[in-house]
């Protein structure tokens, strides 16, 4: 022991000249020089010389901090997962947070909501369920070119409001690939190419369209819900038929857009006429009838999506309907966290028939869940308290109160274009997690809701179309080979601009109905918190 402490400072020195060899000599990227060297220099630049807010050292280390994790999120030095970490380290030793408490935020309601969600994603796939339910859908679309195309995006849409968009992406695309390799003997191949890269492009949109629909459809969604209860204790619950009731209108009028635009962009000349339903009707013939399993998958699927929507009840506006966890004796002590795991536990009650001793689920299936995506979301949640504790939040508010002489609207639109073109470079998970404890900071220092930034912001961040980089479904469909970066890059400009448009107008004036917002009035949840 007494030999491995003496020897540290000449360890540490080697490890140093080995880092920085690595630098000079290797072939690393001008992105990862900046996260290893430039990130952590800044971070200490800020520490040392920064003093944000006199008397309150904690609000310049959160800084600090947070500027580390932002740096290493969007270069990718070090695993996402691992970066999220670094405020169970770094919030105790400079004492902006208690480790206890920094180490409880990583696991909350909205974590075992995403767990018992794609608990019931994998049913679904380790039974093949959801390529019945997209072959399904594609049946019933019918076989012209628009079809097609509507086809493949309702399919993708649909799946991703309930499994994770890349999971949706990667199980389309083969089906994609597979009908048009068939279209060969009915179309010129210049022309199926060009209409191969609309119908590609097709399902990596509609799965981040899809996903903006539901609380559980794309992790920054459930960032926000978590986040915006941190920061704003008091606050109603942001219950997944709220979410709904506002995010639908949003999908469904961007998914009527995205189609319209890709088949003008990218429709064949010729006729598909000859071809009918055959395909289809082949594909899911293939599939034989329905197992035992897959029912049973099914009836639990729908089921969760009927509880998740009737929990908490409607209000909106005069319109009141109570929901089914009234009527229970403590209906605050039920949240869509308990509803998912509830129903994702029968699954591994449940026997099944096709295979001996087995149940509809088992641990092998489940261990698929995506830890990396739990600890990502801690980190995020970890900063936003810290945000909040240290009082950080509230600086960052005060600095931008500039722009709150501006329209609302002007607001929520500068906010959605900003988040969706950064998110075309930055995890958007990340992203969301950095800037809505920002976000709710500033609405606070400017006196208006904190829902009319921190909403647009998160549906924002699922709109990045431009870049393979920006979502795992435009990395999948590039993986393809059958379309390129200036395409995709080309194509997603124009979504990205009328994204932002139909953001900013549903959110200022449908959301502003379904949560009761009500212009220049501050609600009392958001003063007190």
């Given at each position: 022991m007494v030999n491995i402490i003496s020897n540290f400072p000449k360890f540490a020195l080697e490890t140093l000249l080995q880092v920085m060899s690595s630098l000079i000599f290797q072939k690393i990227s001008l992105k990862n020089i900046f996260g290893l060297v430039l990130g952590p220099l800044l971070f200490l630049w800020?520490?040392?010389?920064?003093?944000?807010?006199?008397?309150?050292?904690?609000?310049?280390?959160?800084?600090?901090?947070?500027?580390?994790?932002?740096?290493?999120?969007?270069?990718?030095?070090?695993?996402?997962?691992?970066?999220?970490?670094?405020?169970?380290?770094?919030?105790?030793?400079?004492?902006?947070?208690?480790?206890?408490?920094?180490?409880?935020?990583?696991?909350?309601?909205v974590i075992f909501l995403f767990i018992g969600g794609f608990l019931v994603a994998l049913a679904m796939q380790k039974w093949d369920l959801h390529k019945r339910i997209a072959i399904k859908i594609l049946m019933i679309t019918g076989s012209s070119p628009a079809r097609i195309l509507l086809g493949f995006m309702l399919a993708t849409s649909f799946l991703s409001m309930w499994i994770s968009n890349t999971a949706t992406a990667m199980m389309m695309v083969p089906i994609l690939l597979s009908i048009t390799k068939k279209l060969e003997d009915f179309i010129d191949q210049k022309e199926l190419n060009k209409y191969t890269v609309g119908l590609l492009l097709g399902v990596a949109y509609s799965a981040s369209i899809g996903g903006i629909a539901t609380l559980v459809g794309t992790p920054p969604n459930l960032s926000f819900a978590?986040?915006?209860?941190?920061?704003?204790?008091?606050?109603?619950?942001?219950?997944?038929?709220?979410?709904?009731?506002?995010?639908?209108?949003?999908?469904?009028?961007?998914?009527?857009?995205?189609?319209?635009?890709?088949?003008?962009?990218?429709?064949?000349?010729?006729?598909?006429?000859?071809?009918?339903?055959?395909?289809?009707?082949?594909?899911?013939?293939?599939?034989?009838?329905?197992?035992?399993?897959?029912?049973?998958?099914?009836?639990?699927?729908?089921?969760?999506?009927?509880?998740?929507?009737?929990?908490?009840?409607?209000?909106?506006?005069?319109?009141?309907?109570?929901?089914?966890?009234?009527?229970?004796?403590?209906?605050?002590?039920?949240?869509?966290?308990?509803?998912?795991?509830?129903?994702?536990?029968?699954?591994?009650?449940?026997?099944?028939?096709?295979?001996?001793?087995?149940?509809?689920?088992?641990?092998?299936?489940?261990?698929?869940?995506?830890?990396?995506?739990?600890?990502?979301?801690?980190?995020?949640?970890?900063?936003?308290?810290?945000?909040?504790?240290?009082?950080?939040?509230?600086?960052?508010?005060?600095?931008?109160?500039?722009?709150?002489?501006?329209?609302?609207?002007?607001?929520?639109?500068?906010?959605?274009?900003?988040?969706?073109?950064?998110?075309e470079l930055t995890s958007n998970t990340a992203t969301t997690e950095m800037l809505l404890p920002i976000l709710a900071g500033m609405s606070v220092s400017i006196n208006i809701n904190p829902l009319l930034f921190m909403l647009p912001a998160t549906i924002?961040?699922?709109?990045?179309?431009?870049?393979?980089?920006?979502?795992?479904?435009?990395?999948?469909?590039?993986?393809?080979?059958?379309?390129?970066?200036?395409?995709?890059?080309?194509?997603?400009?124009?979504?990205?601009?009328?994204?932002?448009?139909?953001?900013?107008?549903?959110?200022y004036f449908w959301g502003s109905w379904v949560f009761g917002i009500e212009p220049n009035v501050m609600p009392s949840w958001a003063v007190t918190h």
């Open positions: 800020i520490t040392i010389f920064l003093d944000l807010e006199p008397g309150k050292p904690s609000v310049t280390y959160t800084l600090a901090i947070a500027v580390l994790m932002a740096i290493w999120w969007i270069t990718e030095i070090i695993p996402l997962a691992i970066t999220a970490l670094l405020p169970v380290v770094l919030f105790p030793i400079f004492g902006v947070m208690n480790g206890k408490d920094v180490s409880s935020t990583y696991f909350n309601h978590r986040i915006f209860q941190i920061m704003f204790p008091s606050a109603p619950e942001i219950s997944f038929s709220t979410w709904f009731i506002y995010a639908l209108p949003i999908s469904i009028i961007f998914f009527a857009i995205t189609w319209l635009y890709l088949f003008i962009l990218f429709k064949p000349k010729k006729s598909f006429g000859r071809l009918k339903n055959v395909n289809f009707k082949d594909q899911y013939t293939q599939l034989g009838k329905s197992t035992y399993e897959q029912k049973v998958v099914a009836y639990i699927f729908s089921l969760l999506a009927i509880l998740w929507l009737t929990r908490a009840g409607l209000n909106i506006g005069s319109l009141n309907i109570p929901g089914w966890s009234s009527l229970l004796s403590t209906p605050a002590y039920i949240n869509d966290g308990t509803v998912a795991i509830a129903l994702s536990i029968v699954l591994f009650l449940i026997p099944s028939k096709s295979k001996t001793n087995k149940r509809i689920m088992d641990w092998d299936t489940a261990s698929k869940i995506p830890w990396n995506i739990v600890l990502l979301f801690g980190g995020g949640f970890a900063l936003a308290s810290a945000f909040k504790v240290s009082g950080l939040s509230i600086w960052v508010g005060e600095q931008l109160s500039s722009i709150g002489g501006l329209h609302p609207i002007l607001i929520i639109a500068i906010i959605a274009i900003t988040m969706t073109f950064l998110t924002s961040a699922s709109m990045a179309f431009m870049l393979p980089v920006a979502t795992p479904p435009n990395a999948i469909v590039f993986g393809s080979n059958k379309i390129t970066v200036i395409q995709m890059a080309k194509t997603g400009f124009m979504l990205n601009i009328v994204g932002v448009m139909v953001i900013t107008l549903i959110t």
